[in-house]
């Protein structure tokens, strides 16, 4: 989940046509997730294909990201590599929170309170093998580039960015600012009306741009204090201490700048601190990766989709879109190359 820094910032909201012309590194598992989550049957069951195999992903990442590219927008997806030790704790309470969200989703059903069985369905999505693996030949074969992370998708985004490779990291977490992307954005691929869990409610869900400078020079802090802000209040590699959140820590850096100074003065410990801060300012990232996309391998996307069940016109349909807007584009920026010359 990341920490939420939601309660500080004041994201600039943005139509999806502001990115048109731009590259966009995607934290691959957090838009996954999104998918299996929303991408539901109304009893919560996941999207399944006739062998029971899941498919929300499939149907996300098809439809969803032929949009953006439709839009003007090439993506990159960056898959998590080998987790760091000290997530351990995090990745174990999730598969507890998952296993008691399955046992009451069940329960839900029997009980025929569909609404409380899709809400708690939505929390029970993991990632397999199968999906993992289904999620990456799709992508290849539509031509979208692929770049494995050593350690976590958004150290390895913000790197890119920070590096200039692409224009933005795009994820749901805010953890990719304490990693040092420039520029974050969020709900790039879930945008719409949507329904706030555990909560008969919905709420727009519009795409938001964060400006990481800005955004530091209106908390009035640098990004090693937002490093050190964040583990007081707990990130995916420690807990944090209990009572400090987003307001208090931003006040406890203000007042003493760093941790060093702000553990003796509140009396509290927190192991490993060091390395942890290390995971973000100095988080391991690759090189060497490729950011231009490839020809749609329509052969491959119409085989790998048929045989999950999706419509094979539809699929034609949607690529046709993707392709179609992808040559206006090369034509737009020949004829804004042939103009320069006069």
Same mark, same amino acid.
């Given at each position: 989940?990341?920490?939420?820094?939601?309660? #500080?910032?004041?994201?600039?909201?943005? *139509?999806? !046509? %502001?990115?048109?012309?731009?590259?966009?590194?995607?934290?691959?598992?957090?838009?996954?997730?999104?998918?299996?989550?929303?991408?539901?049957?109304?009893?919560?069951?996941?999207?399944?294909?006739?062998?029971?195999?899941?498919?929300?992903?499939?149907?996300?990442?098809?439809?969803?990201?032929? @949009?953006?590219? !439709?839009?003007?927008?090439?993506?990159?997806?960056?898959?998590?590599?080998?987790?760091?030790?000290?997530? =351990?704790?995090?990745?174990?309470?999730?598969? *507890?929170?998952? +296993?008691?969200?399955?046992? %009451?989703?069940?329960?839900?059903?029997?009980?025929?309170?569909?609404? =409380?069985?899709? !809400?708690?369905?939505?929390?029970? /999505?993991?990632?397999?093998?199968?999906?993992?693996?289904? /999620?990456?030949?799709?992508?290849?074969?539509?031509?979208?580039?692929?770049?494995?992370?050593?350690?976590?998708?958004?150290?390895?985004?913000?790197?890119?960015? /920070?590096?200039?490779?692409?224009?933005?990291?795009?994820?749901?977490?805010?953890?990719?600012?304490?990693?040092?992307?420039?520029?974050?954005?969020?709900?790039?691929?879930?945008?719409?009306?949507?329904?706030?869990?555990? =909560?008969?409610?919905?709420?727009?869900?519009?795409?938001?741009?964060?400006?990481?400078?800005?955004?530091?020079?209106?908390?009035?802090?640098?990004? *090693?204090?937002?490093?050190?802000?964040?583990?007081?209040?707990?990130?995916?590699? @420690?807990?944090?201490?209990?009572?400090?959140?987003?307001?208090?820590?931003?006040?406890?850096?203000?007042? @003493?700048?760093?941790? %060093?100074?702000? #553990?003796?003065?509140?009396?509290?410990?927190?192991?490993?601190?060091?390395?942890?801060?290390?995971?973000?300012?100095?988080?391991?990232?690759?090189?060497?990766?490729?950011?231009?996309? +490839?020809?749609?391998?329509?052969?491959?996307?119409? %085989?790998?989709?048929?045989?999950?069940?999706?419509?094979?016109?539809?699929? @034609?349909?949607? #690529?046709?879109?993707?392709?179609?807007?992808?040559?206006?584009?090369?034509?737009?920026?020949?004829?804004?190359?042939?103009?320069?010359?006069?």
């Amino acid at each position: 989940m990341g920490v939420n820094l939601s309660g #500080l910032t004041e994201p600039r909201i943005i *139509e999806l !046509s %502001e990115l048109s012309g731009k590259t966009v590194a995607i934290d691959a598992y957090n838009m996954i997730y999104q998918f299996l989550s929303i991408i539901r049957q109304p009893d919560g069951s996941p999207l399944c294909d006739s062998q029971g195999r899941v498919s929300s992903h499939l149907s996300g990442i098809l439809y969803r990201t032929s @949009n953006l590219v !439709s839009q003007g927008i090439e993506p990159v997806f960056v898959f998590d590599g080998k987790p760091n030790a000290l997530k =351990k704790a995090t990745l174990d309470e999730r598969k *507890e929170r998952r +296993e008691k969200a399955t046992a %009451e989703w069940e329960e839900a059903r029997e009980a025929g309170d569909m609404k =409380k069985a899709f !809400s708690k369905a939505q929390q029970t /999505s993991r990632m397999t093998p199968e999906i993992r693996q289904s /999620s990456k030949d799709l992508i290849r074969a539509m031509g979208l580039p692929i770049v494995d992370a050593p350690s976590d998708g958004e150290a390895q985004a913000a790197y890119m960015c /920070s590096a200039g490779s692409v224009y933005a990291a795009a994820s749901q977490d805010f953890d990719s600012l304490l990693f040092g992307a420039p520029t974050l954005v969020r709900n790039m691929t879930i945008t719409g009306r949507r329904k706030i869990p555990g =909560k008969d409610m919905y709420k727009d869900v519009k795409t938001e741009l964060i400006d990481s400078k800005e955004f530091l020079e209106t908390l009035g802090i640098t990004r *090693e204090q937002l490093v050190d802000m964040c583990i007081l209040m707990g990130t995916d590699f @420690n807990p944090g201490i209990s009572g400090i959140g987003p307001k208090k820590g931003l006040k406890l850096v203000k007042d @003493n700048g760093d941790l %060093e100074h702000i #553990l003796p003065k509140i009396g509290k410990e927190i192991p490993h601190y060091e390395d942890i801060r290390e995971i973000f300012l100095g988080g391991e990232h690759a090189d060497g990766y490729q950011t231009k996309p +490839e020809p749609v391998d329509r052969e491959a996307v119409l %085989e790998l989709m048929t045989s999950y069940d999706f419509s094979e016109n539809r699929i @034609n349909s949607t #690529l046709d879109k993707m392709e179609n807007a992808r040559s206006e584009q090369n034509a737009r920026r020949k004829q804004r190359s042939l103009d320069s010359w006069f």
